[in-house]
């Protein structure tokens, strides 16, 4: 079994930058790929970017450039770097994680083994 949980929502201006973070515990991330989703209101969860065990990356297109998913085993986190953002980007957003460490990406919720509670992003203009 695998807990995860985010941290690191919160308000920011357009244009502004947060770095969420997402702590596994229970089981080490080992071998498992990580994935960031979001979901705004009345909309569907929505795929965001993915990072292999190996450290291999995918990003979803309209965050291309602007985020950046990293890992560190060590401490068995994921991040999820977010600069230049915009309203759109507005969302809860969620980290979850696949038993299937080496694929790269994986865009479906229902592929995911784990998922965190959730943390907010909200985007001012």
């Known amino acids: 079994q695998v807990q995860l949980v985010e941290s690191g929502g919160g308000l920011v201006q357009v244009g502004g930058s947060l770095k969420l973070s997402c702590a596994a515990s229970g089981r080490t991330f080992g071998g498992y790929a990580a994935g960031w989703f979001r979901q705004a209101p009345g909309k569907e969860r929505e795929y965001v970017a993915r990072i292999t065990w190996t450290g291999i990356t995918d990003y979803e297109d309209s965050v291309k450039g602007r985020f950046t998913i990293s890992r560190d085993n060590a401490k068995n986190t994921v991040y999820l770097q977010m600069n230049s953002l915009k309203p759109d980007d507005t969302a809860v957003y969620y980290c979850?994680?696949?038993?299937?460490?080496?694929?790269?990406?994986?865009?479906?919720?229902?592929?995911?083994?784990?998922w965190g509670q959730g943390t907010q992003v909200t985007v001012s203009s």
């Open positions: 979850a994680a696949d038993f299937r460490g080496i694929y790269t990406r994986v865009i479906a919720t229902d592929d995911y083994n784990y």
